[in-house]
């Protein structure tokens, strides 16, 4: 079926502090893809800083990783049982050939593709997608649901280089929306007490009314100490560091027990430095730190798999602050640029 002759409406990065909700070409499947119509696109913190500090690799381009919507068309090599289907998007498409693609791990692919990025992406009414990329929903999982896939794969990707067993203590450093999806998998998961760190009184707010009962304010530094007392002075078993800031680096190493474990997974500010005093936390106390990066997506591990399963029970939905049509984006972006306002998650619905 042809439809290159339609159009769309899209939010369209032209440059940095560019963006414009205009008609564009609708897109019209290839060999091995399937135009989907998206229903629902979460706005991520990256986007943030693609619009208005770092851009996209190419002008212009549609950005947006964190979609889903209903399959309505596919290319003639595809099964068109998919039509009608709903789906999310895994963003990154591998070159299949480096050596990392060779084993299945995607997320080390030295050639890669992205929706959103270095390609169009999920701020638009429709996209072709390759179907080596669809994650296939239930029909009980919202569209919303669907559209929080992506980050869901990449907490429940970075709890797992954790070996977080049952009944041991967390503390997550960074109350956002990842930040937030941790607590829930970790408190699903069986963790004995969840500790959520953070500098904004309005997220750890938030935070209580989700159940979360340890909650740190540490804008004063005061996470150590707070989290000794919560602890009984043991430590957290497991400590996640989600800010990307030297300082909370250092704190995370302090705070984190004996042979505990420590994931690094926030984006650098700036270069991480530690003081002497707490690399000598590392050696004396055996920590084990593990970095982590996007998700597991092959035939063997496949964190996609494991968030669309997880979403009747984790209740992301309450995580979504903020609901726009795709012709507001800018007030959308403004909005999250801003802090005016408490925005975790902002997501484009559509109809």
């Not at 789906?87 to 692919?109: D, K, W």
């Amino acid at each position: 079926m042809g439809t290159s002759k339609k159009s769309m409406k899209a939010c369209v990065l032209h440059n940095i502090n560019d963006l414009r909700y205009e008609d564009v070409p609708m897109p019209e499947p290839a060999s091995g893809q399937v135009l989907i119509k998206i229903k629902a696109s979460g706005i991520c913190g990256s986007d943030i800083q693609r619009v208005f500090e770092k851009g996209t690799y190419h002008f212009p381009t549609i950005p947006g990783h964190e979609f889903a919507g209903e399959i309505v068309d596919v290319a003639s090599d595809v099964d068109s049982s998919l039509i009608g289907k709903k789906a999310a998007v895994f963003p990154l498409i591998p070159c299949r050939s480096c050596p990392s693609c060779q084993i299945g791990e995607y997320a080390q692919c030295s050639n890669y593709d992205y929706y959103g990025s270095r390609r169009d992406g999920g701020f638009a009414e429709y996209l072709a997608v390759d179907q080596f990329n669809l994650v296939i929903v239930p029909q009980e999982v919202s569209y919303e649901e669907a559209a929080m896939c992506e980050p869901t794969a990449v907490a429940i990707h970075a709890l797992s280089q954790a070996d977080i067993c049952f009944g041991d203590t967390i503390a997550i450093f960074g109350a956002g929306t990842i930040g937030l999806i941790l607590a829930k998998i970790a408190r699903a998961s069986g963790a004995s007490k969840v500790i959520l760190i953070d500098i904004d009184d309005r997220k750890l707010e938030f935070a209580k009314k989700l159940g979360f009962e340890h909650v740190v304010n540490n804008a004063n530094g005061d996470a150590i100490s707070e989290i000794n007392k919560i602890t009984g002075n043991k430590g957290s078993v497991v400590t996640l560091e989600g800010t990307g800031v030297p300082d909370v680096l250092e704190q995370c190493l302090k705070s984190t027990a004996a042979f505990g474990r420590v994931v690094l997974m926030g984006n650098p500010l700036r270069d991480m430095k530690i003081s002497q005093k707490a690399y000598w936390e590392i050696l004396r106390r055996q920590l084990t730190l593990k970095g982590t990066w996007n998700s597991s997506y092959n035939g063997f591990v496949n964190n996609w798999e494991c968030a669309v399963n997880a979403m009747p029970k984790l209740g992301l939905k309450d995580l979504i602050t903020h609901r726009y049509d795709l012709s507001q984006c800018n007030e959308a972006f403004d909005a999250m640029r801003s802090h005016k306002d408490l925005v975790l998650k902002a997501m484009f619905v559509l109809k």
